[in-house]
């Protein structure tokens, strides 16, 4: 199974939502920053199934990462859903989905279910 790639600077989110993935089966791997992501992200044999992201995070914040996926055809597939208080009008290329701080489990599990499949518990 492909890990969830989870980047949050808040602890209490990051490890709460970590969690609730991983009680549901999920493997996931958290960071605290985008700059900590993409160097996760460049490391060999690194594509999550899916990347949860948040937007106001300190080194390189949320759009500054989806960016720069967007240079890199081997991660520029990886699909995003961004997590944020803040909800933009549109979403920029890159981004598969949102989920509004606070955050909806259930809309959260399904994004989850449909980008990584089902965990196989």
Sequence with gaps: MLPILLVEDDDDI??????????EGYLVHGVANGEEALAYLHGEDREPCLILLD?????LDGWQ?????RHHDRLL????????????KAAPAGVAGFVRK???????LG??????????E
């Design 111 to 120: 994004l989850v279910h449909r980008y990584c499949g089902r965990s196989p």
């Design 65 to 69: 990462v989806v960016d720069r996926l």
């Design 14 to 23: 990051r490890e709460g939502v970590a969690d609730l993935l991983r009680g």
């Design 55 to 59: 937007l106001m995070m300190p080194v």
């Design 77 to 88: 597939a990886l699909p995003v859903v961004v997590m944020s208080a803040a909800h933009p």
């Design 102 to 108: 606070p955050i909806d489990l259930d809309l959260l």
